[in-house]
């Protein structure tokens, strides 16, 4: 008997720390620092990246994608946490992209409140991209997703899943569609 209400305690205990990284957003802390990618040849434009890097880092991965694929494009690329000091000024970019993890077709709270801090400059390409560990859209995620970003955002806003397998490709799409 007391061996069976140890095991259940540890299960709540466990079940309790999972529940407080996802309502927290706990992972989004250690996501502090930048780095600049410059291009090749002459700057055609400047361009920010911003990630929470999620509990399995597949969010970083792929804002290092996407930030790699604007470089080759021409863009100079802040590529920066959502805690970064670098995240938080938004100003002087010719493209602004946030993403990270989306947990049960849910938006983690960082990314909304980057979101909701960029305003509503329309001068500005806005992109938002979304891990998943699935390689097809669950349910009505792709749906959920946008209308936070939508309610977050006010302006037009490009959203893309990054799927399990897809990594490249996604991200690929997504500045494709900023730079167009």
């Not at 694929?69 to 938080?88: H, I, T």
């Not at 959920?144 to 970003?149: A, E, F």
């Not at 955002?153 to 900023?178: F, H, I, K, M």
Request: with cysteine; glycine share 12%; aromatic share 8%.
């Amino acid at each position: 008997m007391l061996a069976g209400i140890a095991v259940l305690f540890t299960i709540v205990i466990l079940f309790s720390a999972l529940a407080a990284i996802f309502v927290f957003d706990l992972s989004s802390y250690g996501a502090t620092g930048h780095q600049t990618l410059n291009p090749s040849g002459p700057a055609i434009g400047r361009a920010l990246v911003v990630y929470d890097p999620g509990l399995s880092g597949a969010a970083k991965e792929a804002a290092q994608t996407i930030a790699g694929d604007l470089q080759q494009k021409g863009y100079v690329v802040e590529l920066a946490g959502v805690r970064s000091s670098v995240a938080s000024d938004t100003s002087g970019y010719n493209i602004v992209v946030g993403g990270g993890p989306n947990y049960f077709g849910q938006a983690t709270s960082s990314v909304i409140g980057f979101l909701k801090g960029l305003g509503t400059r329309p001068s500005i390409k806005t992109g938002v991209f979304f891990t998943t560990g699935n390689s097809q859209v669950v349910g009505n995620d792709y749906q959920n997703l946008q209308q936070q970003v939508n309610s977050a955002r006010g302006n037009p806003t490009t959203v893309e899943l990054v799927l399990a397998g897809s990594e490249a490709q996604n991200c690929a799409d997504l500045v494709a569609t900023l730079t167009e």
